[in-house]
């Protein structure tokens, strides 16, 4: 029996999936299929199921979906959307005059300040409808489903500041919020980073093409424009929201630099005894145009430092803005106050012409460094999702559909279940289904990781994606969109990057408590200065309480953390062993298990030849000219292999005739008057070629350890064997063993079969090892672990390593591996080499002490720093510690920090 229940609370496909397999997990529930867009899931079920039995399911889950039967034609329903675009009372009016015009709505109330709309209607009506009606009214307003998942947040004050629609989810990358997501980018209100977008199949599109001098046409073929008649051109994708991000920083930062050298020059030029630039005018002048060429750095290139570092304040999530707004703010907001009201300041805080000290260049440094950083941050967020982009690339956009006869090419999103499709040679899978006419080999290493193409007959499974080998087939279309198991991969990638334990930077977690004890400070220190100090007392009590605010400036405790990963990063390229970010380096730096694959990472990752065996008085030369004769002609995914091994040994390739290639068995062919077959023992039985017992135990014994034996029959008579192997790399053992030393347990998982990894595992003294993983297996692992408490590193190199290496602590890739693996990973070992992996650890454990080292210093200076710049010393030898000296021993502490990280360089990785 089936039935259809209306679901509230999706907003993405992720929300659709996780429903579908909350519901699919049921007892008594045959199969599941939710819909989207009318908010429906269809359940086939062995017996009526209570509708209270799904609704625990779904509260269990703790998703925030909640599932209802559909209502009844005197039973009316309500449901609550999200608006975006209000900003006044006249929207709120608008808005809900045009839903209140959809057919089939009873009521609308609009809640303004909550930016939602609650709808009344007699029937389940599509978002689409709602989407139209807005979109066709021509405002900017957009409704969508509100719910507990990728939601924008309720608070309407709280307003982003991109204004580009970017296509996907957004989300904060350090995910200060869990699973949170936003529909637009921004940046965070917590930790104030710029939201990451996440990339999806439903973003990918066919080729589109438009007119140059009119754009708005817009077709999915080429041809020409109906207005002026022009060519329509390929149209240009467009900028995702993190590269337009990226390029608007970078645009600032440029602005900011260009004014900050000449106001640092002009500061720097009173260290000259002979300064040139008071022959042109006097200091206080030369002052002015400090303050002038500051301007644009503080209030358009780096004003949103001071936008985040308020926010920060107001909801009391102090952070590494927190301290660079109060220092930059204080030290700039300082320099105007002394370059108006110079008399304000006791004669000690002057210079010799009576002029008041001022710190532009130190304000416009500070804020130039933290844009750069973010310069960098933005660059390295439009990689974040480099693994699924990839992924995506796999997806082709177009299809060869055979309609009555006839062969017509089609959009991928146009194909439907029980469509004929036509695979030609060397072109990608469009959707999942089976071959119905034809055979041919499909490179499936995307799945299963495996190098060696997999021979496909009528009714055998195709997927999405995998490459089509020489020949062309028929095949029908199973499943099709979010359903192919390449959409489930991307799915699986993306839920796994968004479900990591986001880590808080050590420098925000000291931050956290560093700031309010330094402004506490400054407050006290100017309180105690008005009521004890001497006159004029408030003077003192101002320049104290700003003295303490900007010997605390972050700049040292911002260096300590990325000047040792810079120079950690570097350290690490130079020994082959490239790192994604300093979050890998961290988390590294605990890891106590260690996943491999065995495709790739502890093997070469390509078929080749082991072994050549001759028997009855035949020579290997002769055996070896045999098999590549044949296999010349051949287009077996193993005949490369021999071919390639005929070329290394010098072997002159004869030429066969009457070829023929026996499916399952082998290949025949004459040579020189001569039968010949090459294949399997069954290939031998045709061929009335007899083995003997001691020849088939050996090629059993090398079938047990997971390689390939093709025999040699020439006239009835076998005259020979190839091995076939993927031969374990040099470095593996040595790699494993030092790894076991150190504390890590090393555990193999591979989509090969039982006997192939057992024999690895054997060779490598591995203990534990789990074959036949498919990707989704290979993620559920490092999640059990994970699970268990246990800091899981995962290694690959296959697109089937995606998911896991996206779910693991850390990800490492083999750079000899597919792009999507190593676009997944926090490290990638450039060689390929297994012994990267001791000398990333290596790193991890230098670079964090080195963090450790560079906090210290940081804080140290501020622990001594702070008291004296109160004023503590005061009372008993007369010292006070003016703003210039404060902003020096700030200066000198970033030095140290710098040194102390530079030390790195010199650390050996072995």
């Known amino acids: 029996m089936k039935h259809t229940y209306h679901i509230h609370g999706m907003s993405c496909n992720g929300c659709r999936s996780h429903v579908e397999q909350t519901l699919a997990k049921v007892d008594g529930v045959q199969s599941v299929s939710v819909d989207l867009e009318n908010a429906e899931a269809t359940i086939e079920m062995h017996e009526h199921i209570p509708l209270e039995t799904f609704q625990k399911a779904l509260a269990e889950d703790g998703g925030g979906y909640s599932i209802h039967m559909p209502a009844s034609e005197d039973e009316a329903m309500q449901h609550t959307y999200h608006i975006h675009g209000m900003s006044c009372n006249g929207c709120r009016n608008h808005v809900e005059q045009t839903l209140a015009n959809v057919e089939g709505v009873q009521s609308v109330s609009v809640d303004l300040e909550n930016a939602e709309a609650s709808i009344t209607m007699k029937k389940h009506i599509p978002l689409a409808r709602f989407k139209k009606a807005l979109a066709d009214d021509g405002g900017s307003y957009t409704i969508h489903k509100s719910g507990a998942h990728g939601n924008q947040p309720n608070d309407n004050k709280q307003k982003q500041k991109a204004n580009t629609q970017g296509t996907g989810t957004f989300y904060c990358p350090m995910h200060c919020e869990g699973d949170k997501t936003y529909d637009k980018p921004g940046d965070c209100p917590v930790c104030g980073m710029d939201l990451v977008e996440e990339q999806s199949l439903s973003a990918t599109s066919a080729e589109q093409y438009t007119c140059p001098m009119h754009p708005e046409i817009v077709k999915e073929e080429p041809g020409s424009c109906p207005i002026c008649g022009m060519d329509l051109m390929p149209k240009e994708p467009d900028l995702s929201a993190e590269e337009k991000s990226y390029n608007k920083l970078l645009r600032k930062f440029w602005i900011a630099l260009g004014f900050t050298l000449p106001v640092f020059l002009i500061a720097m030029s009173e260290m000259l005894s002979n300064n040139p630039l008071y022959d042109l005018m006097p200091l206080k002048y030369w002052n002015w145009v400090q303050f002038g060429l500051s301007l644009p750095v503080v209030f358009y290139a780096t004003w949103m430092f001071f936008e985040r570092a308020w926010r920060s304040v107001k909801t009391w999530n102090l952070n590494m803005f927190t301290l660079i707004g109060i220092g930059a703010g204080v030290a700039w907001t300082f320099s105007v106050f002394g370059l108006l009201v110079p008399d304000f300041f006791p004669e000690q805080f002057k210079t010799e012409s009576g002029t008041v000290h001022v710190y532009f260049e130190a304000a416009t440094v500070i804020l130039t460094l933290v844009l750069m950083g973010q310069v960098l941050e933005a660059r390295a967020h439009s990689k974040t999702n480099s693994a699924v982009k990839e992924l995506l690339k796999l997806a082709p956009n177009k299809a060869i559909q055979v309609i009555d006869g006839e062969e017509h090419e089609v959009a991928i999103d146009s194909i439907e279940k029980g469509a004929i499709l036509r695979v030609k040679p060397g072109a990608k899978i469009p959707v999942d289904g089976k071959i119905t006419q034809g055979e041919t080999s499909i490179d499936e290493s995307m799945i299963t990781g495996e190098p060696i193409p997999v021979s496909k007959n009528e009714g055998d499974s195709v997927s999405s994606g995998t490459i089509n080998g020489n020949q062309s087939f028929l095949m029908e279309a199973e499943k099709i969109g979010g359903e192919t198991l390449l959409s489930q991969i991307i799915e699986m990638v993306n839920k796994a990057s968004r479900s990591q334990a986001p880590i808080q930077k050590l420098a925000d977690r000291i931050s956290g408590y560093f700031v309010p004890i330094v402004v506490g400070v400054s407050i006290i220190s100017f309180i105690l200065w008005a009521i004890f100090g001497p006159q004029p007392v408030y003077v003192y009590a101002l320049i104290n309480a700003?003295?303490?605010?900007?010997?605390?400036?972050?700049?040292?405790?911002?260096?300590?953390?990325?000047?040792?990963?810079?120079?950690?990063?570097?350290?690490?390229?130079?020994?082959?062993?490239?790192?994604?970010?300093?979050?890998?380096?961290?988390?590294?730096?605990?890891?106590?298990?260690?996943?491999?694959?065995?495709?790739?990472?502890?093997?070469?990752?390509?078929?080749?030849?082991?072994?050549?065996?001759?028997?009855?008085?035949?020579?290997?030369?002769?055996?070896?000219?045999?098999?590549?004769?044949?296999?010349?002609?051949?287009?077996?995914?193993?005949?490369?292999?021999?071919?390639?091994?005929?070329?290394?040994?010098?072997?002159?390739?004869?030429?066969?005739?009457?070829?023929?290639?026996?499916?399952?068995?082998?290949?025949?062919?004459?040579?020189?008057?001569?039968?010949?077959?090459?294949?399997?023992?069954?290939?031998?039985?045709?061929?009335?070629?007899?083995?003997?017992?001691?020849?088939?135990?050996?090629?059993?014994?090398?079938?047990?350890?997971?390689?390939?034996?093709?025999?040699?029959?020439?006239?009835?008579?076998?005259?020979?064997?190839?091995?076939?192997?993927?031969?374990?790399?040099?470095?593996?053992?040595?790699?494993?063993?030092?790894?076991?030393?150190?504390?890590?347990?090393?555990?193999?998982?591979?989509?090969?079969?039982?006997?192939?990894?057992?024999?690895?595992?054997?060779?490598?003294?591995?203990?534990?090892?789990?074959?036949?993983?498919?990707?989704?297996?290979?993620?559920?692992?490092?999640?059990?672990?994970?699970?268990?408490?246990?800091?899981?590193?995962?290694?690959?190199?296959?697109?089937?390593?995606?998911?896991?290496?996206?779910?693991?602590?850390?990800?490492?890739?083999?750079?000899?591996?597919?792009?999507?693996?190593?676009?997944?990973?926090?490290?990638?070992?450039?060689?390929?080499?297994?012994?990267?992996?001791?000398?990333?650890?290596?790193?991890?454990?230098?670079?964090?002490?080195?963090?450790?080292?560079?906090?210290?210093?940081?804080?140290?200076?501020?622990?001594?720093?702070?008291?004296?710049?109160?004023?503590?010393?005061?009372?008993?030898?007369?010292?006070?510690?003016?703003?210039?000296?404060?902003?020096?021993?700030?200066?000198?502490?970033?030095?140290?920090?710098?040194?102390?990280?530079?030390?790195?360089?010199?650390?050996?990785?072995?």
Do not use: W
Request: glycine share 8%; charged share 20%; with cysteine.
């Open 546 to 910: 700003i003295a303490v605010l900007i010997i605390a400036c972050p700049c040292a405790l911002g260096l300590a953390t990325p000047m040792s990963v810079m120079v950690g990063v570097g350290k690490g390229a130079q020994n082959g062993v490239l790192i994604k970010n300093a979050e890998a380096l961290e988390k590294m730096n605990a890891i106590d298990t260690l996943i491999v694959d065995k495709t790739g990472t502890l093997t070469e990752g390509k078929p080749s030849v082991e072994k050549i065996g001759a028997v009855h008085h035949s020579s290997e030369t002769e055996v070896l000219n045999y098999i590549a004769a044949l296999n010349a002609l051949s287009e077996h995914p193993l005949a490369e292999a021999t071919l390639r091994y005929a070329e290394e040994k010098n072997v002159t390739i004869s030429k066969a005739e009457d070829f023929n290639a026996v499916t399952g068995k082998g290949v025949t062919g004459s040579l020189e008057g001569k039968k010949v077959a090459l294949g399997n023992k069954k290939m031998m039985e045709e061929a009335s070629a007899k083995l003997d017992e001691v020849l088939e135990k050996e090629a059993l014994d090398e079938q047990q350890k997971g390689k390939t034996v093709s025999f040699l029959a020439v006239d009835r008579e076998v005259r020979g064997y190839v091995v076939i192997s993927d031969k374990i790399k040099a470095t593996s053992k040595k790699a494993i063993q030092s790894l076991k030393e150190k504390g890590i347990a090393v555990i193999m998982l591979t989509g090969d079969n039982e006997d192939t990894a057992r024999a690895v595992a054997n060779e490598l003294d591995l203990t534990d090892f789990k074959a036949g993983m498919l990707p989704q297996d290979k993620q559920a692992e490092v999640a059990r672990l994970q699970q268990e408490g246990k800091h899981v590193a995962m290694v690959g190199d296959g697109i089937n390593d995606a998911p896991a290496l996206a779910q693991s602590n850390v990800g490492i890739a083999m750079g000899t591996g597919t792009d999507v693996a190593i676009e997944s990973a926090a490290i990638t070992l450039v060689k390929g080499d297994l012994h990267g992996i001791v000398k990333a650890k290596n790193l991890s454990d230098a670079v964090m002490r080195n963090i450790k080292q560079n906090l210290f210093f940081a804080l140290v200076y501020n622990s001594i720093g702070v008291p004296v710049a109160a004023g503590v010393l005061y009372p008993f030898f007369g010292i006070l510690l003016s703003p210039m000296i404060a902003a020096l021993a700030m200066s000198f502490s970033s030095v140290s920090v710098i040194a102390n990280a530079l030390r790195l360089r010199a650390k050996s990785l072995e």
